[in-house]
């Protein structure tokens, strides 16, 4: 179940990276077919050097890999609870079951905080990767219009 809630946040994330497309181009002063090509390179260098974020780059979408849930709270937690039990009252097997619970609510808990955050870096990522992308295309966009494009 986690498992598949880890590979549906990942998938979610990269839809959201995804949904940015090229905004249309239309030649407002009856610019040539040549004549849009070389100025849409042309704006595409400039939008890349504006913005640091070139397009057509391999982006950086691989990540940290999940944290790998840890097992054994309960373990260790039965084998302290034992000893504690046996030295307070002489009973370690009612130590071991407390122990045995308190350690695997301990552990779960871990498991469940260091699985949130990343999820939140995840989301930090994919947000800071469709801001790049936002700001370039806005930057392409401006250099056509400076040239007598209407983008959309």
Not at 37 to 61: I, L, N, V
Not at 81 to 94: L, Q, R, T, Y
Not at 114 to 142: E, L, M, T
Request: hydrophobic share 35%; charged share 20%; net charge neutral.
């Amino acid at each position: 179940m986690k498992r598949t809630a880890n590979t549906l946040t990942v998938l979610g994330l990269a839809f959201a990276m995804s949904v940015t497309a090229k905004p249309f181009v239309y030649p407002a002063d009856g610019q040539t077919a040549e004549q849009q090509g070389k100025d849409e390179y042309e704006c595409s260098q400039w939008a890349t050097g504006q913005t640091g974020f070139d397009p057509t780059a391999p982006q950086q979408t691989a990540s940290a890999p999940p944290p790998q849930q840890r097992r054994g709270g309960a373990v260790r937690g039965a084998v302290v609870g034992a000893a504690v039990g046996e030295i307070v009252d002489d009973d370690w097997e009612d130590g071991a079951k407390a122990g045995a619970l308190l350690g695997g609510v301990r552990q779960s808990r871990r498991n469940r905080q260091q699985q949130q955050a990343h999820n939140q870096a995840q989301q930090q990522a994919a947000g800071q990767q469709q801001a790049a992308v936002d700001s370039y295309y806005k930057a392409w966009g401006i250099c056509l219009e400076g040239r007598g494009y209407t983008v959309g």
